[in-house]
């Protein structure tokens, strides 16, 4: 896309920036080793994020409709609450699991199954089923928390 030269991977944290429409912007924070105009999240493909849901999410967390914010375990659809954490915070969720809390069943880790570029697939299947404003949101989310 617009950046130079690929760059290499920067920590979990920092790789959630995407500043396509700001090339400027985009380059000095590459510089900086923070930024991802060619990272996960821009490179991230919803066909196959669609494969991975299907394969380990669903049977949790349901499909694109239906549900209400208080399930457990939370549905990702734009009824629940996935679309108020930035990307850095559902990687780690997802990577690392959470563990069991008073009411909640825990997260299961999948570390040993997906790797962060397939946790990005499978947030922009999410995506999809998110209302316009949700999507912007969790965009300005992401900016702030993962910056
Ligand atoms: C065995 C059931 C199970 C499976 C399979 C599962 N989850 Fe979860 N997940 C949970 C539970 C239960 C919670 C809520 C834990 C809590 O509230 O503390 C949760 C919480 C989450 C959260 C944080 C809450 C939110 O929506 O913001 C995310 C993100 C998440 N899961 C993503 C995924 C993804 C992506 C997959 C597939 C790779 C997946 N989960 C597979 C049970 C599951």
């Known amino acids: 896309m617009i ?5 290499p991977l920067p920590p979990r944290r920092c790789r959630a920036r995407l500043r396509a429409s700001a090339p400027l ?7 900086h080793g923070c930024g991802d105009a060619d990272g996960p999240r821009a490179t991230a493909d919803p066909e196959r994020g669609a494969e991975l849901y299907g394969a380990h999410c669903v049977s949790c967390h349901g499909g694109p ?3 209400d914010i208080s399930d ?3 549905r990702h659809n734009a009824e629940g609450h996935t679309w108020h954490h930035g990307d850095c915070e559902l990687v780690d969720i997802v990577l690392d ?9 825990p997260m299961p880790a999948f570390g040993d199954r997906l790797d962060e570029q397939d946790v990005h697939d499978i947030l922009a299947h999410i ?6 404003d949700q999507r ?3 965009q300005q989310v992401t900016d702030q928390v993962c910056g």
């Open 72 to 74: 457990i375990p939370p």
């Open 97 to 105: 699991g959470l563990p069991p809390r008073e009411g909640h069943p």
């Open 136 to 138: 912007e949101h969790q």
């Open 127 to 132: 995506r999809t089923w998110w209302e316009p």
């Open 65 to 67: 409709v239906g549900g």
């Open 25 to 31: 912007l985009g380059l000095a924070i590459l510089l």
């Open 3 to 7: 950046d130079p030269m690929p760059a």
